[in-house]
T-cell receptor, first 117, second 109 residues
Framework: DGGITQSPKYLFRKEGQNVTLSCEQN?????MYWYRQDPGQGLRLIYY???????QKGDIAEGYSVSREKKESFPLTVTSAQKNPTAFYLC????????????????FGAGSRLTVL | GDSVTQMEGPVTLSEEAFLTINCTYT??????LFWYVQYPGEGLQLLLK?????DKGSNKGFEATYRKETTSFHLEKGSVQVSDSAVYFC????????FGTGTRLLVSP
């Protein structure tokens, strides 16, 4: 079955360490996204990518980095510059970036929960 | 800017009760509207959508009607089940996808 795989599901990090969250999709989707979810704040967009080797900052990109070397993969690195990294991170994809399509539907992975010790 | 406002939760209901979760939006144009659902420990799944005024989205017994005059997209279900316990997110799409803060629904037997 097609879908999005995020790993690891749970991750613990010491302060000052960089960590990388994996996101892989086999849906042949063009666009991929990273969201951060905090209690009471809904989902906030970190980065998104419309095509390979291209990505754009979202609303809260500071302290994060991404790459898009392959269509299927969109890893997120949480750097030591991110002041409050403890959160639930969700990766998503869609058939095209299509902000203007009016029908763009995102498929989400199961998420990765990062805790800073 | 564009935004979505949802009723705060948790919403606590008994099985077979009627459900309404309010959602209103602010947008500079004519957005598409969505409801996503998040079950415990999982990512979000699309529940239903509506792309223009007066459209009604429906799925799994849930319904929501795009009301342009009241800028609302309230989620309703006639008879909830324990398995409907989850967090529900309202979202709009215009230029980008904007989510509300989510409403937790707890259904007891």
């Amino acid at each position: 079955d097609g879908g999005i795989t995020q790993s690891p599901k749970y991750l613990f990090r010491k302060e000052g360490q960089n960590v990388t969250l994996s996101c892989e999709q086999n849906l042949n989707h063009d666009a991929m996204y990273w969201y951060r979810q905090d209690p009471g704040q809904g989902l906030r967009l970190i980065y998104y990518s419309q095509i390979v080797n291209d990505f754009q900052k979202g609303d809260i990109a500071e302290g994060y980095s991404v790459s898009r070397e392959k269509k299927e993969s969109f890893p997120l690195t949480v750097t030591s510059a991110q002041k409050n990294p403890t959160a639930f991170y969700l990766c998503a994809s869609s058939i095209r970036e299509g902000w203007v399509s009016g029908a763009n539907v995102l498929t989400f992975g199961a998420g990765s929960r990062l805790t800073v010790l | 800017g564009d935004s979505v406002t949802q009723m705060e939760g948790p919403v606590t209901l008994s099985e077979e009760a009627f459900l309404t979760i309010n959602c209103t939006y602010t947008a500079t144009g004519y957005p598409s509207l969505f409801w996503y659902v998040q079950y415990p420990g999982e990512g979000l799944q699309l529940l239903l959508k509506a792309t223009k005024a007066d459209d009604k989205g429906s799925n799994k017994g849930f319904e929501a009607t795009y009301r342009k005059e009241t800028t609302s997209f309230h989620l309703e279900k006639g008879s909830v089940q324990v398995s409907d316990s989850a967090v529900y997110f309202c979202a709009l799409l215009i230029q980008k996808l904007v989510f509300g803060t989510g409403t937790r629904l707890l259904v007891s037997p």
